[in-house]
């Protein structure tokens, strides 16, 4: 049976484009067919540069599911929020689209993953959130986190809202590429595996490297 897992990070630039292809990558390696679709992009016009990022690290150039828009069902030109960005190219944001998109990728392949745009409590409309999709759609969560300054705090929050939701919360991945300052980043790391320990026990974090 296929499996769809949702990737989100702290905020709007935690390394969730080169997560989502690693990940891709170790799934890949334990035997199972794999691709990674992108649930809203924005500031591009009809190709996904998340979606070509993934493919370069995986290794595999464009494949004909991103060709022909499967991967990336909704892309808005303006590099914002989707709910921004939809009300300025003058559309509706029809998840139905997503919905079905990611039904086809099922259909095809053991392990879709699809990246989110920016963090949890990005808003879709008024009323409903990348969270909310996560949640309506049972989907289990693999939480993007980094040791840039401030980041502890984010994280916590989103974890925070991860629990008042029920989500199922797959894997955190600690992505090294912002590590800068060596202290804070031994300090974030190190602070985040406790929480999850005494919160989130059987949940794993791992860490991946810089990727160039």
Known sequence: MSQTIFISGIDTDAGKS?????????????GK??????????GNTGISEDIELHRRIMGTGMLPRDLDGTTAPLIFTHPCSAQLAARLDGREIDLGIVDRATATLASEYDVVLVEGAGGLMVPITDDFATIDYIVTRRLPLVLVTNGRLGSINHTILALEAIKARGIELREVIYNRHFDTDPL??????????????????TTPITTIPSVG
Do not use: M, P
Not at 33 to 42: A, G, L, M, P, R
């Open 184 to 201: 804070i980043a031994a300090d974030t790391l190190g602070y985040i595996t406790r929480y999850l320990a005494r919160h989130f026990a």
């Open 18 to 30: 080169y997560a989502t292809a690693l990940l891709a990558l170790r799934l890949r390696e334990e």
């Open 33 to 42: 067919s794999v691709i990674t679709q992108k649930f809203i992009q924005t």
